[in-house]
């Protein structure tokens, strides 16, 4: 299996060069066979028309005509091995680049394709496996793939001088004009930006595959260990429910477990880090054996994004909605509920609950979510929640010993494993501007409502 996933790498890795090679080199195999000599007894026109050179007639030409040809193909022959010689060092500077960035990582990149290669084979269904990676595949490709539009923003809002309609500089347009038209009329610069980009992806994802980004939003490792990053042992697929809960959720009450939650801390990859004001509404459904979870999002966060958060189109917020169902499989787990949505189904544990005193109300809560695929961990997500939208560090602590105590650390309960959503005041005023106009002039409240049915259906 092992060896499956290095040769699988490495027929990755040769598709990645050899694509990069021929936009930056397209005349790499015409000049090589331009070099080669005619076979004995072949004749100078079927040697031409079998390396591609050109396509001769094999009819009687004149000595003339024949001088005349070979002079025009040795000058064509001539400026096409020139150009290959004068590839910028910037380019191979940057394949070079590409091809470290897959070697530094590359423990992690045959962990991943030996994973697959476990799922596919012992999913217990095909869907199974094709559900559940289509939903890990789409998180892992949309954080590198928004980090850049974050950054643009940031210039963008940073940029000098006049604004169109209030809306974009003067500069960042004519910049952004002037930075197209080099790209577009300079080969070189194009081919070299093509290859940093990719580089730079096959980093960002190579250093999540390792477990050494942003751990608490983007440690996409499969069958991870976080208790310990030197450990040897590794905790394959996801935990049974008594392996986890403690004894505060024996007798789990639902009804209880309803309402309006503030989420602290994640640990959760489907969450990005610039994500801020995060909260959670649970409404029981009639039968009273099942919810729905609506969890309210905003994004940039102002901490993240200090110039541009305010002109997002998610800077009001935004929100989507999965189902729960209690019993599923026949047995009662207390606070053991099997949640459905973005095209997977996975188990949801609470794992610890504290009450009010007085009241018996739950105040805070610890839940684990897990999805596991042929004996393999692909996800799991960690919430620290509360009714209250303040938490002191002593309380957070807190929180963090009863998910060691329950056992949660090796799946990424502890504190460097986690982020801490940042917060605005509850009572802040609705963000009002000329971009916020500018979005709900176009619908994009309406395409995000949409959106949030179209997860909800999946």
Same mark, same amino acid.
């Given at each position: 299996?092992?060896?499956?996933?290095i040769?699988?790498?490495?027929?990755i890795?040769?598709?990645?060069?050899?694509?990069?090679? =021929?936009?930056?080199?397209?005349?790499?195999?015409?000049?090589?066979?331009?070099?080669?000599?005619?076979?004995?007894?072949e004749?100078?026109?079927?040697?031409?028309?079998?390396?591609?050179?050109?396509i001769?007639?094999?009819?009687?030409?004149?000595p003339?005509?024949?001088?005349?040809?070979? =002079?025009?193909?040795?000058?064509?022959?001539?400026?096409?091995?020139?150009?290959?010689?004068?590839?910028?060092?910037?380019?191979?500077?940057?394949?070079?680049?590409?091809?470290?960035?897959?070697?530094?990582?590359?423990?992690?990149?045959?962990?991943?394709?030996?994973?697959?290669?476990?799922?596919?084979?012992?999913?217990?269904?095909?869907?199974?496996?094709?559900?559940?990676f289509?939903?890990?595949?789409?998180?892992?490709?949309?954080?590198? %793939?928004?980090?850049?539009i974050?950054?643009?923003?940031?210039?963008?809002?940073?940029?000098?001088g006049?604004?169109?309609?209030?809306?974009?500089p003067?500069?960042?347009?004519?910049?952004?004009?002037?930075?197209?038209?080099i790209?577009?009329?300079?080969?070189?610069?194009?081919?070299? %930006?093509?290859i940093?980009?990719l580089?730079?992806?096959?980093?960002?994802?190579?250093?999540?595959?390792?477990?050494?980004?942003?751990?608490?939003? #983007?440690?996409?490792?499969?069958?991870?260990?976080?208790?310990?990053?030197?450990t040897?042992?590794?905790?394959?697929?996801?935990?049974?429910?008594?392996?986890?809960?403690l004894?505060?959720?024996?007798?789990?009450?639902?009804?209880? #477990?309803?309402?309006?939650?503030?989420?602290?801390?994640?640990?959760?990859?489907t969450?990005?880090?610039?994500?801020?004001?995060?909260?959670?509404?649970?409404? %029981?459904?009639?039968?009273?054996?099942g919810?729905?979870?609506? %969890?309210?999002?905003?994004?940039?966060?102002?901490?993240?994004?200090?110039? =541009?958060?305010?002109?997002?189109?998610?800077?009001?917020?935004?929100?989507?909605?999965?189902?729960?169902?209690?019993?599923?499989?026949?047995?009662?787990?207390?606070?053991?509920?099997?949640?459905?949505?973005?095209?997977?189904?996975?188990?949801?544990?609470?794992?610890?609950?504290?009450?009010?005193?007085?009241?018996?109300? #739950?105040?805070?809560?610890?839940?684990?979510?897990?999805?596991?695929?042929g004996?393999?961990?692909?996800?799991?997500?960690?919430?620290?929640?509360s009714?209250?939208?303040?938490?002191?560090d002593?309380?957070?602590?807190?929180?963090?010993?009863?998910?060691?105590k329950?056992?949660? #650390?090796?799946?990424?309960a502890?504190p460097?494993?986690?982020?801490?959503?940042?917060?605005?005041?509850?009572?802040a005023?609705?963000?009002?501007?000329?971009?916020?106009?500018?979005?709900?002039?176009?619908?994009?409240?309406?395409?995000?409502?949409?959106?949030?049915g179209?997860?909800?259906?999946?």
């Amino acid at each position: 299996m092992r060896n499956k996933g290095i040769a699988t790498c490495c027929v990755i890795l040769l598709c990645l060069m050899d694509k990069a090679s =021929s936009f930056v080199l397209p005349h790499y195999h015409l000049a090589w066979v331009q070099q080669r000599t005619p076979r004995p007894n072949e004749s100078r026109s079927l040697f031409l028309r079998n390396t591609g050179t050109s396509i001769i007639s094999r009819v009687q030409m004149s000595p003339k005509q024949e001088n005349n040809n070979e =002079s025009e193909l040795t000058e064509k022959e001539a400026s096409q091995t020139d150009g290959l010689t004068k590839v910028p060092w910037t380019v191979l500077a940057g394949l070079g680049t590409l091809l470290v960035c897959v070697a530094s990582h590359a423990g992690a990149w045959v962990h991943l394709f030996s994973s697959i290669s476990t799922m596919n084979a012992n999913a217990a269904a095909p869907d199974e496996f094709t559900s559940a990676f289509e939903f890990w595949l789409f998180a892992v490709l949309i954080h590198p %793939l928004l980090q850049p539009i974050f950054w643009i923003s940031e210039i963008l809002h940073a940029s000098p001088g006049p604004k169109i309609a209030d809306l974009v500089p003067i500069s960042f347009l004519f910049g952004n004009i002037a930075f197209i038209a080099i790209i577009w009329l300079v080969q070189e610069i194009r081919a070299t %930006l093509m290859i940093v980009t990719l580089s730079a992806l096959v980093a960002y994802i190579g250093s999540g595959l390792d477990g050494q980004a942003g751990l608490g939003d #983007y440690n996409i490792q499969l069958d991870d260990d976080n208790s310990n990053p030197l450990t040897t042992i590794v905790r394959k697929g996801c935990p049974a429910p008594e392996e986890v809960q403690l004894s505060s959720v024996n007798n789990f009450n639902l009804q209880k #477990y309803k309402g309006h939650w503030y989420w602290h801390k994640v640990h959760d990859w489907t969450q990005f880090k610039e994500v801020y004001d995060t909260t959670l509404d649970i409404s %029981l459904t009639d039968d009273g054996k099942g919810y729905v979870n609506k %969890l309210n999002i905003k994004a940039p966060s102002p901490q993240s994004s200090p110039l =541009s958060w305010d002109k997002s189109p998610l800077a009001n917020g935004a929100s989507y909605t999965w189902s729960g169902k209690v019993n599923v499989d026949g047995t009662d787990h207390p606070g053991v509920t099997q949640e459905t949505g973005f095209g997977v189904k996975f188990p949801n544990y609470v794992v610890d609950v504290q009450t009010d005193k007085d009241t018996g109300e #739950y105040q805070e809560l610890i839940q684990f979510q897990c999805i596991e695929v042929g004996g393999v961990r692909l996800y799991e997500g960690i919430d620290f929640m509360s009714r209250s939208p303040e938490m002191s560090d002593a309380q957070l602590t807190a929180m963090h010993s009863r998910a060691e105590k329950a056992g949660l #650390y090796p799946y990424g309960a502890s504190p460097e494993q986690m982020h801490r959503i940042e917060r605005r005041p509850v009572d802040a005023t609705k963000v009002d501007n000329s971009w916020q106009t500018l979005w709900k002039s176009i619908g994009v409240d309406n395409i995000l409502e949409q959106l949030s049915g179209s997860i909800e259906q999946i």
